[in-house]
């Protein structure tokens, strides 16, 4: 009989496709993902380490399974509990000492030995002479060549990984501590996976690293080749009509990047790049290692490259030392660049970061006034660029049917969800993609017509 897995993600998407390959490795064990834990016969929670509270959220789940757990046992049912991802690779040792109901632990890097680790995790259950096990390695490239393929991401939008840890060390980020050093993948390996995700229906990649215009892969002849370069080989893939990547890193946009978005109609306008501050003084004591007018410039040069560009970025307020002034030049930089969507944070120390060792820690009340006047400009933003695309003609990539008879509902390059009327009985299916004009906004998704015939090219592809 099947097995069934239920996995919990928390955190970012390259924890998300991380979950996808560990139900990969788990399929040839006869594991089928279930979507409640009780039924579960493994649960794993792939954990995030990145802001605060997170190990405390990860023990309080470990509560809620263990009496789960304990449940199943009384009926004669096993179920086993996984820690993954970078709260695991940051406390490994004390969750197993503090949670005995944890059958085993490893961290972002080793999630490929789950086959031998639940192994090992049976004969610890059993009491034969053998720990729990506990594993820890940073071995990225290991991790993909021993991966199978993906068979677990098969929607119209889909993530693959290229670039994994980072060398930045922002003072206030764990990210380095628990991914570990910047590994890129070849060349031929990411075009492979991707051929392969756009043949279980994939039509929107999103390429994932932690610092993925840091990418460098071996190009076949020992180079590295850039992310500019990698997007235009994987441009030439029938059937793929979207590329996007995230996250990247202001330092790291170089020249033939900024080129891509103006060469490549595959590469879609709305760009996520972080600042995190418009104050030079905090960039600074970031170790961002670049200026806010250095940000305000690279992001100039993108948008003369492709005038449509929607921007995303990432904030924190209240990183240690930031006064008033500091703060006014976020929110200078936040009106100077206007942005189509954003995440805002209060700075929360990281055990290990240099950053929270720091002195001059800002009191939480002023953290909590800082991020309301930040998040209020930012939603102020984000409204005023959603109401702008109301009246234009935007391709809309279909994903799957809507609520109403005949509609279906898409995604604009900007990720906005449209429901499009009639768009069944034009022909509309999942990957195909058509122009649609904006008529309406509501409150999570806009609603729009088409003024094109669907581009059928695609299926003739997939078929
Ligand atoms: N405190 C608050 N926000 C943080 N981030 C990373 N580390 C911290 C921290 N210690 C935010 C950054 C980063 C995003 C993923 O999380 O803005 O870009
Ligand atoms: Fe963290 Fe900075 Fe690396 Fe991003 S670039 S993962 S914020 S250390």
Redesign the pocket.
Known sequence: MAKRLHIKTYG?QMNEYDSSRMADILVPLGYETTDNPKDADLVILNTCH??EKAAEKVYSEIGRLRLMKDHRQQNGEEMMIAIGGCVAQAQGEEIMRRAPAVDMVFGPQSYQALPELIEKAKLAKNNKPSARPVAMDFASQDKFDRLPAQTSQNGVSAFLTIQEGCDKF?T???VPYTRGAEHSRPVSEIIAEARRLVAAGAADITLLGQNVNAYAGDDGSGQPARLGELMTQLADLDGLSRIRYT?SHPRDVDDALIAAHGDIEKIMPYLHL?V?SGSDRILEAMNRKHTADDYRAIVARLRAARPDLALSS???VGFPGETDRDFDHTMDLVRDITYAQA?S??????PG?P?AELTDQVAEDVKTRRLSILQDELRLQQNAFNEATVGKVLPVLFEKPGRHEGQWVGRSPYMQAVAVDGAAAAGASAGMEAQVEITGLHAISLAGRLVSSVDTDREAVAS
């Open positions: 970012c990145i802001r922002c206030f980020c764990v996250t972080p995190q990432d904030f924190i995440y944070f209060k700075y929360s120390p990281r970061t950053a």
